[in-house]
C-alpha cells in the first residue's frame, strides 16, 4: 500500500523527483569521484615525495665527518651483512634499504666517483617499485659530464679498472656530483676494488610519521638503530624529510577541510527540494489526515520516497563519479595514472549512505508535514 503510494507520488510530482534524484546523483558522483582521485592523489604525494630522494643514510660509526661532507661517502666501511640484520629486525622505521659502496677513483684522467648499487630490499616485506634503477651485472650507469666530456654513448664498451662494461644508459643531468659518477652493480665494484663483502653506507627512507610534536623521529631512529648496529650511525636529511611529512599532513588536513562543508551544501540543497514538496502538498496532507491516514503512513511516504531516490541516486552517481575520475584523473595525476581503479567499496556506501542521507535531509519536512492540524491546513484552503 505504502509502495503504492510512493510511485503514485513520484508519478504525480515528476519534476520534484527529478530534481532531488538529480541532486543525490550529483553528491555520490562528486563523492565517488572525490574519494577515487584523493585516493590517486594520495599515491601521487607518495611518489613524488618518495623521488625527493633518500633521507637517511647510514654509515660506519667511526667516520670521519668532515672528510664525509667534504667528499659525500665514507672512508670507512661495514660488512654488507649489516642490511640483512636489518631485514631481521621488522621493527626498523625504514624503507627502501640500499647497500652501496662508493670511492673516489682516476679513470681515463679524471677524477670520478665509482659507486656500486646492491637491489633494494623492502623490510615490512611488502612489494614496493624500486628508487633507483636496476643494474645488471658488468654494465654501468654513467653520470652526465663523463659521457659529455668523454663522449660516451648507450651500449659502447668501456674499460673500469681493468674490467669491461657495457654503457646501459648515460644519465641526464642532475647538477650535483652524480654527474661525474659511475654506477655498477655493487658485487661487481667489490671486485674491482678488492673489498668483496664491504660497503661504506646504507641509503634508506624514514617511513616513520612525524607522531607527535614533542618527539624527535631521528631520536627514535637512532635508538633503534643503536639496538642492532651499535657500530654504525644514521644521517637524516631533514630537509628532504619534513618537506615529505609536511606535504603529507597537508593533503590529509585539506581533504578534512573540506568534506564537511561538501556534506552541509548537499544536506542543505536536499533537505530545501524536500521542504518545497511538503509545501507544495499541505492540502493534500490535510486531506489524507482528515481521511484518517495516520502519522505513520504520511512519514513512510515522504522518508519512503526519499530512500528510493538515495538508492537510484547511488547507483547513477557511481558510474558517473568513476566515470570522471577515471576520465580527468590520469590528466592531473600522471604518475600514478595507471593506478587509478574505481573503488567498488564506494559502491556499498554508497548504497547505504545515499537513501540514509537523503531520509536524513527529509526529516525535519517530514516531522512538520504529521504535525500539521489538518483542520487548520483545510482552513487555509
Known sequence: MILKLILKEILHRKLNFILSLLAIISAVAFFVSFFTTAN??????????????????????????????????????????????????????YAHLTATLQKQI???????????????????????????????????????????????????????????????KCLSETGSNDDIRIYAQLSDVQSLLNMEGEINEIKALNCLCLVDENEDPLEILREQLALVLPDAKVIQNKTIAVARERQRQMMDKYFAFIMPFIVLVFAILIGALAMMNVQERKQEIGVLRALGYGSNKIASLFLGKAIIIGLIGAAFGFIIGNGLALSFGPDIFKVTAKMIQPLYKLLIWSLVAAPLFAALAAFVPTMIAITQDPALTLREE
Do not use: C
Request: aromatic content about 10%.
Open 40 to 93: 590517486a592523489s594520495k599515491r601521487e604525494t607518495i611518489r613524488l615525495t618518495r623521488d625527493m630522494g633518500f633521507n637517511l643514510r647510514i654509515i660506519p660509526k667511526n667516520t670521519n665527518m668532515d672528510k664525509f661532507w667534504t667528499s659525500g661517502f665514507s672512508e670507512r666501511t661495514m660488512p654488507e651483512e649489516y642490511v640483512n640484520r636489518f631485514m631481521a629486525h621488522k621493527k626498523f622505521s
Open 106 to 168: 682516476m679513470w681515463q684522467n679524471k677524477r670520478v666517483i665509482l659507486i656500486g648499487i646492491a637491489s633494494e630490499l623492502e623490510p615490512s616485506g611488502k612489494e614496493k617499485s624500486s628508487m633507483s634503477f636496476k643494474i645488471e651485472p658488468s654494465t654501468a650507469y654513467i653520470g652526465y659530464e663523463l659521457a659529455k666530456s668523454l663522449a660516451l654513448k648507450n651500449n659502447q664498451e668501456v674499460i673500469i679498472l681493468g674490467k669491461s662494461f657495457k654503457i646501459e
